[in-house]
């Protein structure tokens, strides 16, 4: 960015970057009753529906690099993270805070960059942002994110709703957006040591759409209201399909059955990892970020999920006792491990 | 703090530290129906009410410094700084989350000092807290809340609700928190001059206080349920007097006039101010974080407010041409300034 188009935040001050913000803000839904410009935002959803909030804070260097991640992909990606969420309780995102603090090695123009990522996922999921905080940082950029949403009572999904011999489903395919990384670093690296070098992407488009700008299911939402399923548990694969089922088991008191040569991969993912001598399986059982739902449904549901594009039955649950398994493609049985990812342990 | 009761925040891990989080935490409130531990917190208020929601963002070097405000009031005042602003709307606050991004200088005994504060705000303002996220950050310490709360879609106060010929209230005494904050500065900057001395504290507990464990006005809430007053506009006083009324004024289009004489200062912040040859009109007017209320009200209700203890009429609302004014106690008129605090510039 060449100098004279940087407007320090400084010279705008608070109120000139709230007006800044509120210039955007296209409000969609009938239950956002007060948004941005009051001490508090003021939301009423209807009398039968319930209230789902979440809430993730994103910090640079530890969930996002901003060397490979542009700020329009980071603000939309922070919206659809919490958005996420919100699907995963089986509820319908409707507003969302967003507050940041940044330091002022950024510019304006950067937070405006930021706020369009926003804006666009606010367009796409048809969301309104009703509120946040912007503040300064002493370094780096940090995130903070709240979504909620609405959803009826007898539909929500929690985690420890899951009965033995539930089936287990999984939306799209996984591992592709922990394979886009991968190709993400790599070329980080070849940049630093050479920067004149082109990077290699060639038949990597899918992958790095995965990684830079992955979407949150809120299409199987509207699909199981056509169809009547009512998943009796769900979470989002934020941190690995291995790592979220373990959460469903353990807050349901089951255990589960995983086929090896059921889990949906992408064929770009299948050979890079391979060129990468990963193995594909490990990518999609461990790989996190793909945003893709992991639900369990009663077997009555199978008929309706057996040859439907968007779902892959990749096992099912059986008693606690018998502890979580992967059969593998030769036959074999083995233990199921999570391994996704820590954000306080790395 | 002895390296022997240091635990590394790595050791125990994300998990172990939600579990961590999580057993301090009491549900208070019917209307948190589902806590920590899922994909999203789960609330639903009576039918006729409306849900309100504030958030804000807290930097470590930016909004508070560590070398003087010990963790437990700094988790307990960012939890009060947010119910605040759902009080501000007159609505009652019922939940929190809490969001923290902490640096590996911290121990898991800093993360515990921090949410002893935040449970005995809870505990205070009886809110449930009902989720957030805890990271590592890189550097420092970033905080971040959002509070949700219900109110009667009659009563809600917004800004832009303000009549001319209003009366303008405030609630307690104003420009405590300042001087407090002038002594605790000073302090500091002996203590690096010459760590031996011993702090000048007497005869300052009541600015202290108000500086470091300042209280929201949940208590005025109540109050104006008893004596049947709604406000016609309301906000926390954050920034200082003439920067909040300056708000309402434009949101409202109305001008006001406030009187020097009628402006609420304790004896201990007059006299502080007094000694640090500051005019401690200008403390009441421009100190900010004193966290009481600032509303307008009919004057049909002056009769219910004119010697109630809990509030002080310092002006009335104008019309919009007359501007802001100040009338001085020798009788002469200034125009009305803002110069709260902005995050953003400083």
Redesign the interface.
Known sequence: MSDQNRTE??E???FG?IDLIKKSVVIRNESS??GI?????????E?DS????????L?????FDLAYVPLKHLGYKAVMVNIS??I??N?VPR?I?F???ISNRFPVEAVEELYAGVSLACEMYNVDL???????????L?I?V????E?K?EK?A??DGVKESNLLVVTGDLGGAYMGLQILEREKQIYAESPKVQPELEDCDYILERQLKPEARLDIIREFETLEIVPTA???ISDGLSSEVMHLCK?SKVGVSIYEDKLPIDQQTFDRARDNHLDPTTCALNGGEDYELVFAVDLADYDKIKHHPMFTIVGHFVEESEGYSLTAKDGSNHPLEAQGW?????
Chains 1, 2 share one sequence.
């Open positions: 935040i400084s705008l001050g608070e970057l009753l007060k410009g009051d001490d508090a935002a003021v939301i009423k959803y009398a319930e209230t789902v909030i979440s809430t993730d804070m910090v640079e260097g530890v969930h969420d919100i995963a309780m509820a507003q805070t507050s940041l603090s009703i509120g946040g905080d912007t503040t300064t940082s002493l370094s780096g940090t903070s709240t979504a909620i949403g959803g009572k929500l929690y985690r769900m979470m989002d807050a820590n954000p306080i342990k790395e």
